[in-house]
C-alpha cells in the first residue's frame, strides 16, 4: 500500500514531467503566438504559464514557513514574492522555462521531506490580500498540486486548439504498476 510519501512523490515528479512537456509543446507555438490572446482566464498562454508561476512560487514561499523548516524551501527566501496571481515573470519560453524549472528542482526535493506528522499540521497563512486562513496543511498541498494540474489543463486546451499536442497527459500513465 503506498504511503502518503510514494503520493506526494508520485505528484511532484508528474508536476515536473507534465511542465516539461507543456514547456515543450509551448515552444512549437509560432513568434507572436505564445502572447495571443486567446480569450482564456488568463488571455495566453504565457498568461497561463505566468499564473502557474506565481501562484506556485506564492505557495512554495507559504509552505516554507512550516514549522517542519523543509531544507528544500529554504531556497524560497531568495525568490521575489510575487506582486500577486497575475505576476509578470516573462513572455518568452526560455524565461519562463528557467524559472519553472526552479520551481519543480525545489518541489522535487521538497516532496520526500514531508512526513504525515508535517501533513496533519494546521498552517496559518494569509492570501494575496492579507486575509487570514488556517487550514489543514495536508489539504493545502493536495490543493497545490491540483491547482497546477487545472491551469495546466487550460494550457493544454490553448495549446490544442493551435494544433500543438501536449501529449498524454494523465497521472495513470505515471502510477506505479504493482
Do not use: C
Amino acid at each position: 500500500m503506498p504511503t502518503i510519501a510514494n503520493h506526494l512523490n508520485l505528484l511532484a515528479r508528474y508536476n515536473a514531467d507534465m511542465n516539461r512537456q507543456l514547456y515543450d509543446a509551448a515552444a512549437q507555438l509560432p513568434a507572436g503566438e505564445l502572447t495571443a490572446d486567446r480569450k482564456a482566464f488568463f488571455g495566453s498562454v504565457a498568461g497561463t504559464l505566468n499564473h502557474l508561476l506565481a501562484g506556485d512560487t506564492i505557495w512554495l514561499k507559504r509552505f516554507s514557513t512550516h514549522p517542519a523548516d523543509f531544507p528544500a524551501l529554504r531556497a524560497m527566501q531568495a525568490l521575489a514574492q510575487p506582486s500577486g496571481l497575475t505576476h509578470f515573470f516573462g513572455d518568452d519560453i526560455a524565461t519562463l522555462r528557467a524559472h519553472r524549472e526552479q520551481l519543480d528542482a525545489i518541489i522535487l526535493d521538497w516532496a520526500p521531506q514531508i512526513t504525515a506528522a508535517d501533513l496533519e499540521h494546521t498552517f496559518e497563512y494569509r492570501n494575496t490580500r492579507g486575509d487570514l486562513f488556517r487550514k489543514h496543511f495536508g489539504s493545502v498541498v493536495l490543493h497545490f498540486f491540483n491547482h497546477q494540474t487545472h491551469h495546466r489543463g487550460q494550457a493544454s486546451t490553448l495549446l490544442t486548439q493551435a494544433d500543438i499536442d501536449i501529449g498524454i497527459t494523465d497521472l495513470l500513465v505515471w502510477v506505479p504498476d504493482l
